[in-house]
Structures are given as structure tokens and as C-alpha cells.
């Protein structure tokens, strides 16, 4: 038998008249002009290897991941979206400024090491 998985936290009520809120509706993802991203580099936790991380985007899951999916094919290399950050491998910062600039991305900037 298999279990179906939810993200509520809720098992079972016994309010007859309770309904499940759609959660959705509160994450909405802000106009590009809005967002304000910052390009990192890392190494930790990495191998040593260095990665290029964007914080700050504010948004679903599913914008993030597209917002990803064009930057790794922009930069020609892997990476990955999580935990709202985008990660591509390597040092692309350089790239990943001039492609956020050049999509309305105005308030992005490299910070950090």
C-alpha cells in the first residue's frame, strides 16, 4: 500500500466545516525590475570547487528553476536551483551579471568574496 504525500501539516480535523487554505496564492514572484539579486562565489562545501551563487530571488519555485535552466544554457555548464538560490558551476559571474542586466534584472550586483 502506498502513502500519499502532502505538504499539509494538518492528519485530520474535527471542525466539519474546515477547508484547506490554497497556499499559492501568498508566493508570488516579483517583476524582474524588482528583484534584488546578489552574485557570490563560493567554495565551501563544495570539494574546493568554486561555484557561482544568485541569492535574493523572491518568487515559486518554478520561476527559480526557470530563471536556472537559462543560466546554466547561457553559461554552458551545470548548476542547480535550491532552497532560493540558483548555483552554476564555476566562476560565471561575469556572464550571469551582463545576462541578468540585459533580461530587466537592474538591481543585480556581484557581492562577497
Not at 2 to 30: A, H, I, M, R
Not at 50 to 58: D, E, H, L, M, N
Request: with cysteine; hydrophobic share 30%.
Amino acid at each position: 500500500m502506498s502513502k500519499s504525500k502532502s505538504n499539509s501539516p494538518f492528519v485530520f480535523s474535527t471542525n466539519p466545516d474546515f477547508k484547506f487554505e490554497d497556499s499559492t496564492e501568498g508566493s508570488v514572484t516579483l517583476l524582474p525590475a524588482e528583484q534584488k539579486l546578489r552574485l557570490q562565489l563560493e567554495t565551501k562545501h563544495r570539494g574546493g570547487k568554486t561555484a557561482s551563487v544568485v541569492k535574493g530571488f523572491i518568487g515559486r519555485d518554478q520561476d527559480l528553476d526557470e530563471v536556472a535552466k537559462k543560466l546554466k544554457s547561457f553559461c554552458g555548464t551545470g548548476g542547480a536551483a535550491k532552497e532560493g538560490e540558483i548555483i552554476i558551476q564555476g566562476d560565471h559571474r561575469e556572464k550571469i551579471l551582463q545576462w541578468f542586466l540585459k533580461n530587466g534584472y537592474s538591481n543585480t550586483k556581484k557581492s562577497g568574496g
